[in-house]
């Protein structure tokens, strides 16, 4: 669907659709043959398509016809002619009929495949909050990857010369296996759209929703993944690593930053994405190590900066133990303040900011995450050497700057 | 053909009581506001009414074009070169050129700078701005313009003349109704004065019932819905009784022009339907209020609940708006065919059909909601209000069959709406389509398709029978020239803005976004672009029509040979509408046997007639 892609995807669109009804596709759809439902409804809306220039065509010319055939002449009037004529009527109720029953049955069919996922499904969850995506693997794991999309990009989620408001998440997901995900969301509602994939799903506060998709990599279709410096990224067997990247869209409408409730979907072999999740999987990782994780891939870094420089929230450099001035006054930013605005952000607020930092729940960042991200902060202050030593012996000494 | 005599009644003496037309001033100007403030004449409550929707119309209408400028250009951070208070080049220690991060794309912000100086320059900003011009549009366009548009106004004007009669059945309860929805459209404005809403028109819950939550502003919009909806149940109850009770003597449920069949129709919805939006919008406002706990999870409410309640009135409503374009359609096409309707009674049947079955189909606004077997009820019954609606376009492009037809303004609006309504209804068909649905829903592909219908359809149309009854409204012709030049000029305007959605939302772009990925960007700029051209054809019309108030030439009583009654009342009419209770004795579209009032038979030769005929 972009063209950032469509470098990728010239071998997709040799394989492009077939059939009488595939003609004009690429008006439509920028992008082919994603799986099977994506090919299925394509296929319908284009027979539904020229269904309908059928149609169009067959009463427009009759009406063009008739306009310049019986257009007005002084003093000659209209012709008699029959203004009911049972017959026809009959016939022109009933056979819309067949095409109207037609395109229901087939799109009831398409539906119930896109509804029903296989048994063999890889589980996943993920939960949507204004305005930010987070997947949780089956090993508990959550993707810390992200990347900003501008509308310059030159190497979709590569190097971007321009970048948009904020990063945005990106999930890796295995290719040709179904993925099954339930969805919550924590705030409004959201819709949970991958045009690619031709699904969308409303994301509920209230009730789990479900969204399956199965997405072909062939490594015809890919290009190899590359790290920020523009070199192959390699596997431990020394295999270039094949990826696609498919958009998701917010399709529900969700307040400010609707448009900018991006992600993206990188399919990548089975292998790899084993390896991508087992590397930010947090058993066996120090807390400072947990905390950056958590800081990447619970949406964090969406708002909050680490290096200083202006965020839409305030930065955790030197936030640590610091004074903040908030509407309850100043406040000193130890552990249990950092734990309240992480859990309750809404009962102190620092001063000239917006009071948009969504609650999380201690289901998101259990008790090991909150010490990993208070450990991660302390890091990154200056002034974190000058307290008594942290309640976790484990966190390694605060890194002075 | 003793009818002609109706009109011709009191020229020749009659009963002889000379009355000045509705327009003739009843002494000085504030005499004369006291007047029509006060009046229970229905053609001045009509032309009020008229009013009120115009300029509502222009107000949503710049709240369009400002959402189609701000997508001109996507909304994006870039890298500038710093300059200082002089603005000279910033320079660091090292003599570098010092960056800043600027965003750029966001026209909005750019004109309307925040209050607030922490807001300048955010991204944010700019998207607040958006959503509240696309709030703005889409509420004031769905329930101050389209719902009111032609019932309200043309439908006050015309029901009461076409029937014979000479007023509704309750002329004060009108007159009030037109009050309630002047205050229902002050509450809406004045939330637009203190802030504006970002919720969109739907009011989704639990986003609205949280947004701005120390701001009365949503409160106040969704208020004035509510207000407005006892404007359209008290209109809507007019009607029916009028229709029911008023008919002129002679005049039986079939011999009805098809335009009192069509608002009838609509009438019956609105009094059953808007009382369950009245019900929802007032929970909407305890909830947000008092916190009760209907819509709001986090209060053990339901969200769906919500969509299922606002769509149980908002899917019947789309028939509100459409049904009355259907009766203006049925009534322009015969007359300036001058050829009898091709199936009458499939046409009023259908225009019941589509009022009973409307109120079946509200679950297809939630295909993507939950995954559920009954979407498949609701696709098929969808599905099912398509038949009625076909039926009536074949209808229409049978009546055209060996016909008269001169392509005046209002016919060539009725050609366009035929066109544009076809392309409305068709692309509605892969949204009913379950599989396709969930690709397309909530995409640019809606917002084409409810364009073409809503705009396409129920705009075009008031346009039409604007021009159509203007000369009986006004008593003065417009320049049709002038009037066809703006009636082609909206029409490629239209298509421009609109059939350029229909690609955005195929390839993936959803609604209600305030930036996209820049792919969309070509198809955004030849929308936006097209948005103008419209806003060029209105105000070719809005000139035509001031030109035709100040210095059109007289119009004759029935200048385009139609035979409903109200062509046989004076131009503008009297203020009691006829000097005697006219007597029915033709149906509405007989023009192959009867010469339309206030035409010689000379002027309007009649077709010889075969034998078999009728």
Same mark, same amino acid.
């Given at each position: ?401 | ?222 208020? +004035? ?6 404007? @359209?149940? $008290? #209109?809507? /109850?007019?009607? *029916?009784? &009028?229709?029911? !009770? ?124 939950? +995954? ?6 609701? @696709?098929? $019954? #969808?599905? /099912?209000?398509? *038949?009625? &609606?076909?039926? !009536? ?222």
């Amino acid at each position: 669907m972009l063209k950032t892609l469509t470098n990728n995807m010239t071998t997709t669109l040799a394989e492009g659709p077939t059939g009488w009804w595939s003609y004009g596709w690429r008006w439509f759809f920028q992008n082919f043959g994603v799986n099977h439902n994506a090919i299925e409804t394509d296929r319908l809306y284009m027979i539904i398509f020229w269904i309908c220039v059928g149609w169009f065509i067959f009463l427009m010319a009759i009406m063009m016809y008739c306009v310049v055939k019986y257009r007005r002449r002084p003093g000659v009037p209209a012709p008699y002619s029959p203004s009911h004529n049972t017959r026809l009527e009959l016939v022109w109720t009933i056979v819309p009929c067949f095409f109207l029953f037609y395109i229901f049955l087939e799109g009831f069919h398409v539906y119930i495949d896109k509804l029903v996922a296989p048994g063999d499904s890889l589980q996943m969850t993920l939960t949507a909050k204004k305005w930010d995506w987070t997947i949780t693997y089956p090993n508990g794991a959550a993707s810390p990857e992200r990347t900003l999309i501008g509308p310059d990009s030159t190497q979709f989620g590569g190097i971007n010369k321009s970048p948009a408001a904020r990063p945005v998440p990106i999930f890796y997901m295995p290719g040709d296996i179904p993925v099954h995900i339930n969805m919550i969301s924590q705030d409004v509602m959201h819709s949970f759209w991958v045009p690619d994939f031709r699904v969308k799903f409303d994301v509920f506060p209230n009730r789990y929703t479900t969204y399956w998709f199965q997405a072909k990599l062939k490594d015809a279709q890919a290009s190899n993944l590359k790290d920020s410096t523009g070199k192959d990224v390699v596997t431990a067997q020394g295999e270039k690593v094949p990826f696609i990247d498919h958009f998701i869209f917010c399709a529900e409408y969700c307040g400010d930053q609707h448009s900018e409730m991006l992600g993206i979907i990188r399919i990548v072999p089975m292998a790899y994405y084993l390896a991508k999740t087992e590397e930010w999987n947090i058993e066996g990782k120090s807390p400072e190590e947990i905390g950056k994780l958590v800081f990447q891939s619970q949406g964090c870094s969406a708002c909050h900066t680490v290096d200083g420089s202006k965020g839409a929230a305030p930065t955790w450099k030197d936030l640590y133990l610091s004074h903040q001035p908030t509407n309850q006054g100043s406040v000193l930013a130890d552990d249990n303040y950092i734990r309240e605005s992480i859990y309750t952000p809404q009962a102190k607020l620092v001063d000239g900011y917006p009071s948009n930092m969504p609650v999380y729940t201690s289901a998101q960042i259990d008790e090991r995450r909150m010490q990993g991200l208070i450990a991660y902060m302390k890091s990154l202050s200056k002034f974190a050497s000058s307290t008594p030593a942290p309640a976790d012996p484990a966190a390694p000494a605060p890194e002075k700057k | 053909m003793t009818t002609l005599d109706n009109s011709r009644a009191h020229e020749l003496g009659g009963h002889g009581h000379h009355e000045g037309s509705y327009l003739t001033p009843k002494g000085g100007f504030w005499t004369t506001v006291w007047d029509w403030a006060t009046t229970v004449d229905h053609k001045k409550i009509g032309v009020m009414y008229l009013g009120a929707v115009l300029f509502m119309f222009f107000l949503g209408g710049l709240a369009a074009l400002a959402v189609r400028t701000e997508l001109l250009d996507p909304v994006r951070t870039i890298q500038v070169a710093a300059t200082d208070a002089a603005g000279k080049p910033l320079l660091d220690a090292e003599g570098k050129q010092v960056m800043k991060t600027e965003i750029v794309g966001q026209t909005l912000a750019r004109w309307i700078p925040p209050k607030d100086e922490a807001k300048l320059g955010t991204v944010d900003y700019g998207n607040q701005l958006y959503n509240r011009a696309f709030t703005l549009h889409g509420a004031i366009m769905v329930f101050m313009v389209i719902i009111p548009s032609i019932p309200a106004s043309l439908g006050n004007f015309f029901i009461p003349l076409m029937l014979g009669a000479k007023d509704v059945a309750f002329p004060r309860l009108n007159l009030l109704s037109w009050y309630i929805y002047v205050t229902g459209s002050i509450f809406a404005v004045c939330s637009i004065l203190i802030g504006g809403v970002d919720t969109g028109w739907t009011f989704y819950t639990p986003y609205s019932t949280t947004t701005d939550a120390e701001h009365a502003n949503v409160v106040l919009m969704v208020l +004035g819905a509510f207000i407005l909806g006892f404007s @359209s149940i $008290l #209109t809507g /109850l007019n009607f *029916i009784v &009028t229709v029911h !009770k008023l008919r002129a003597p002679g005049m039986g449920w079939f011999d009805m022009p098809l335009f009192i069949w069509a608002m009838y129709s609509t009438s019956i919805i609105q009094v059953l339907a808007t009382p369950v939006i009245g019900i929802t919008l007032l929970l909407l406002v305890f909830e947000r209020m008092f916190r009760i706990g209907i819509f709001d999870p986090s209060l053990g409410g339901d969200p769906v609940l919500y969509q299922h309640f606002f769509w149980f009135y908002s899917h019947p409503v789309v028939y509100v708006m459409i049904l009355p374009a259907f009766g203006v359609i049925s009534e322009i096409i015969p007359v300036h065919s001058h050829k009898k309707i091709f199936g009458y009674r499939a046409i009023a049947f259908a225009s019941l059909g589509v009022a009973l079955v409307s109120f079946l189909v509200w679950g297809h606004h939630m295909f993507a909601s939950s +995954g559920e077997l009954g979407a498949t009820v609701f @696709s098929a $019954l #969808t599905f /099912l209000v398509a *038949i009625p &609606t076909a039926v !009536k376009v074949f209808n229409w492009i049978a009546t055209l069959y060996k016909g008269s037809i001169a392509l005046t303004t209002p016919m060539l609006y009725a050609l366009m709406f035929l066109f544009l309504f076809s392309i409305g209804g068709l692309t509605g068909l892969p949204l009913g389509a379950l599989a396709t649905d969930l690709h397309l829903h909530d995409s640019y592909f809606v917002v084409a398709h409810f364009h073409y219908v809503m705009m396409g359809g129920t705009i075009i149309t008031f346009v039409a029978g604007l021009h159509h009854w203007w000369p009986k409204m006004f008593g003065k012709m417009y320049n049709q020239f002038w009037a066809n030049v703006g009636a082609w000029t909206v029409f490629v305007g239209f298509n421009l803005t609109f059939f350029t959605q229909f690609f955005l939302g195929t390839q993936g772009m959803p609604r209600r976004y305030a930036s996209y990925v820049s792919e969309y960007q070509t198809l955004h700029i030849w929308s936006t672009v097209g948005s103008y051209v419209l806003l060029l054809g209105f105000l070719i019309h809005l000139f035509v029509f001031i030109h035709s108030l100040v210095a059109g030439r007289k119009a004759p009583a029935n200048p385009w040979g139609g035979l409903t009654l109200e062509w046989e009342a004076e131009s503008p009419p009297i203020e009691h509408n006829f000097a005697h209770e006219p007597i029915v004795t033709h149906g509405p579209y007989d023009f192959e046997t009867t010469v339309p009032p206030h035409w010689n038979a000379k002027d309007y030769p009649l077709p010889h007639l075969p034998a078999n005929a009728h």
